[in-house]
């Protein structure tokens, strides 16, 4: 069965630190990766996604995930983290089929 | 475009009182999915719709849980009779037809049920 891994419940930055998340997945055929994000009060919102290609992609707000085929890994960065990125950042992949297995988020603080 | 919509937003019951809740997929998708959070866990997937069919109904927890799609428009999900462990929040999702391994989903606010 799939499952995702989030290493990191909760990080704590300061503004403008480097923030590197981490996702580990187990699915051994081919995946689609995603990063969601959850702002205080709102919805869930997609940040980037996965699906083939390069393995590094970009996403909204200065965000960026490298998929590393080899490690299962789909760690989400971002160079300098500012007060608005305090969120909680749920990793989520789909295999085969329609299902998308998220993890358990990682909540997010970054002090001003 | 309206994204997907839930309702109600907050929902209090008692244990043993009945539930509904009720999703509107964004227009045009005919995949949707209900997903649950409980308090500190990880979002997990409850089933899948394509049109009015259920194609995957592996994560409902057990028989109290009836979800429905009339019609293959807006579905619910309802839980009868609701227990403590039901508490949590309820997300609905939706995709477009073509939705293979590449689709993303568009997820609505979550309705938050607490049981007491």
């Known amino acids: 069965a799939q499952s995702v891994s989030q290493h990191n419940h909760h990080v704590i930055l300061s503004e403008a630190a480097s923030l590197e998340l981490g996702c580990n997945y187990s699915y051994g055929g081919t995946v689609n990766l995603f990063w969601y994000v959850q702002y205080p009060g709102q919805h869930l919102q997609l940040l980037l996604k996965y699906f083939s290609g390069d393995p590094l992609v970009k996403g909204i707000k200065g965000f960026e995930a490298e998929f590393i085929k080899s490690k299962f890994s789909f760690n989400l960065r971002k160079p300098s983290v500012q007060w608005s990125d305090t969120a909680e950042y749920f990793c989520a992949v789909k295999g085969g089929g329609f299902k998308t297995i998220f993890g358990a988020g990682t909540r997010l603080f970054v002090k001003a | 475009e309206a994204g997907v919509t839930q309702f109600p937003s907050h929902s209090v019951i008692e244990k043993g009182q009945t539930v509904t809740l009720r999703c509107d997929p964004i227009s045009g998708h005919d995949n949707l999915y209900w997903y649950r959070r409980v308090m500190g866990k990880e979002i997990k997937f409850l089933l899948h719709?394509?049109?009015?069919?259920?194609?995957?109904e592996s994560g409902m927890p057990n028989n109290r849980f009836l979800a429905e799609r009339t019609g293959g428009t807006y579905s619910t999900l309802k839980v009868q009779p609701a227990e403590l462990e039901d508490s949590g929040v309820y997300f609905c999702?939706?995709?477009?037809?073509?939705?293979?391994?590449?689709?993303?989903?568009?997820f609505g606010e979550g309705s938050w049920l607490t049981v007491v």
């Open positions: 999702a939706s995709s477009p037809r073509s939705g293979g391994s590449g689709n993303t989903i568009y």
């Open positions: 719709f394509v049109k009015e069919s259920k194609q995957d």
